[in-house]
């Protein structure tokens, strides 16, 4: 049974950082591109950050030297650290294959910036 979860969101305040984990299972983790994806309130669900299986990157213009996206293949795991974040990125955060979403979608974890 395929489930991937999201952890590691919170409120933090504008300018500050949190690290995001996609722990996955029932998956080849290894051989998959692996992506990190969000949703904003009243927003449709946005691509963020793409990770290949040589661990390349790709980033979206709106966080493109803010966040670092990361995988531990050993521990099947994907990360998404965020640094100088802003309000507009307040959003519930999801992981899922990238460039195209094969996998049901988990909870997410929420993330709100807000002083």
């Known amino acids: 049974q395929v489930q991937l979860v999201e952890s590691g969101g919170g409120l933090v305040e504008p300018g500050g950082s949190l690290r995001l984990a996609c722990a996955a299972s029932?998956?080849?983790?290894?051989?998959?591109?692996m992506g990190w994806y969000r949703q904003a309130p009243g927003k449709q669900r946005e691509w963020v950050a793409g990770?290949?299986?040589?661990?390349?990157?790709n980033y979206a213009d709106s966080i493109k030297g803010r966040f670092t996206i990361s995988r531990d293949n050993a521990k099947n795991t994907m990360y998404l650290q965020m640094n100088s974040l802003k309000p507009e990125d307040t959003a519930i955060y999801y992981c899922?294959?990238?460039?195209?979403?094969?996998?049901?979608w988990g909870r997410g974890t929420q993330v709100t910036v807000s002083s």
């Open positions: 990770i290949g299986r040589s661990a390349s990157t």
């Open positions: 899922n294959s990238w460039p195209f979403s094969k996998y049901a």
């Open positions: 029932g998956i080849a983790f290894s051989a998959n591109t």
